[in-house]
């Protein structure tokens, strides 16, 4: 597996000592061998620290009252339950988060700043988490590939953005929820019940990371999602989709956009690589489709580019055979955009066509476009910072 956690290690004089926080139960295992821990002692150590760091998110050891004092103080000693810093939080009027993270260097790695995002609504609350640090891909509608990659997140950094979320949202035993916004009013819903992996970067360019962090946030003993409420969405790396199924059972999204190669080309130039015929073959075959089960089709709405009626008949005719559902979006704005929102009347022929079909075609409502949290529109704020800086000396 790809950086599952920090290689522990004796921290150097001065040096940030490693957290255990979005380790995996092997990672954990590993630290506790470097405490030189009996192995018939660690198993069980694994499941007293995983039970505290992702059912009860505790952040001092001192609070893990079944563990020895003398290992506590060993864990002390080396290690840490620090969460990734949040360098900046913005609430939109509508209720959505968006978290500037920066992530703690470990090792030689550059240090990571990331945007992740949480949308409440009555009855879930959904956390787009990121799998990169800008984005290998160039969609041209979206703002996020305008950004150059950095590189990939460690598992531990994914599952940091969930752990930085529920600690913010009240979301483990005993912390109570912000009063500063919305959060999910249902009974017994937890403030993030569903995560989508459509942030920034490409999940499948990070598979191994992805996979592991999946384990991790569905482990019934610690953080406990449904597999079933966890969505990995992808611009099409046709290679790497049917081993998400298999080795995640994660949902599976596609981000479609066009029904053309010659259009997807321009919109998603992977499309070249991997064109609409490969890409929509490989999604009937991915593991565990069904129609309790559908892969979703997102499809963003441009004005006068790919939002004819035409157009909506060939996407009906293309997913003939794949139990699918189509997200139609509404684009959302960034500055220097080159394209804009289709008009509202078009959106909703456009979603008939394909209704009537016998699609469910829901135009997903934009949600924290004041802040830029819109889908499309993550950045990292260290970047445009960057740029700004680079045109003022130009």
């Not at 030689?108 to 290998?136: F, W």
């Not at 479609?256 to 490989?282: G, T």
């Not at 009906?316 to 394209?339: C, D, E, H, Q, T």
């Not at 830029?372 to 993550?378: F, I, M």
């Amino acid at each position: 597996m790809n950086d599952a956690s920090p290689t522990p290690a004796t921290p150097a004089t001065g040096a940030v000592k490693p957290s255990l926080v979005g380790a995996t139960r092997a990672g954990l295992a590993d630290f506790l061998r470097a405490l030189d821990l009996p192995e018939r002692e660690i198993r069980m150590r694994v499941n007293q620290l995983w039970n505290w760091i992702y059912f009860h998110g505790a952040r001092d050891f001192d609070a893990m009252l079944n563990v020895s004092k003398a290992l506590r103080a060993k864990l002390s000693d080396r290690y840490t339950l620090a969460r990734p810093e949040i360098v900046t939080e913005q609430v939109s009027v509508d209720g959505t988060r968006k978290w500037l993270i920066r992530m703690a260097q470990v090792g030689a790695q550059k240090p990571a700043e990331i945007e992740c995002v949480y949308i409440p609504e009555a009855d879930r609350g959904t956390l787009c988490v990121s799998s990169q640090v800008g984005c290998t891909l160039t969609c041209t509608f979206c703002h996020t590939g305008t950004q150059r990659l950095v590189r990939n997140l460690t598992t531990a950094e994914i599952i940091a953005q969930l752990m930085v979320a529920r600690d913010r949202l009240g979301d483990f035993p005993g912390l109570a929820a912000p009063t500063d916004g919305l959060v999910p009013s249902g009974e017994g819903v937890r403030a993030v019940s569903n995560i989508v992996f459509m942030g920034m970067g490409e999940p499948l360019y990070n598979l191994d990371n992805v996979v592991d962090a999946l384990g991790v946030m569905t482990d019934g003993d610690g953080l406990s999602l449904s597999r079933r409420r966890i969505t990995v969405s992808t611009s099409g790396v046709v290679p790497q989709i049917g081993d998400l199924g298999a080795r995640s059972g994660a949902m599976l999204a596609i981000s479609l956009h066009a029904v053309r190669d010659e259009l997807r080309d321009r919109l998603v130039p992977l499309n070249r690589k991997y064109p609409i015929a490969e890409l929509l073959a490989v999604c009937r075959a991915y593991p565990g489709a069904s129609n309790a089960r559908r892969i979703t089709f997102e499809y963003v709405m441009l004005k006068g580019v790919n939002d004819s009626d035409a157009e909506a008949r060939e996407l009906v005719r293309l997913l003939k055979g794949v139990p699918a559902k189509i997200n139609l979006i509404p684009f959302n704005p960034w500055p220097g955009a080159p394209y804009e929102c289709s008009d509202w009347e078009r959106i909703e022929k456009f979603s008939d066509i394909v209704f009537n079909a016998g699609y469910a075609s829901p135009v997903r409502t934009p949600r924290g476009r004041d802040i830029l949290a819109a889908c499309g529109q993550l950045k990292s704020e260290t970047e445009k910072l960057r740029a700004r800086a680079r045109l003022a000396v130009e």
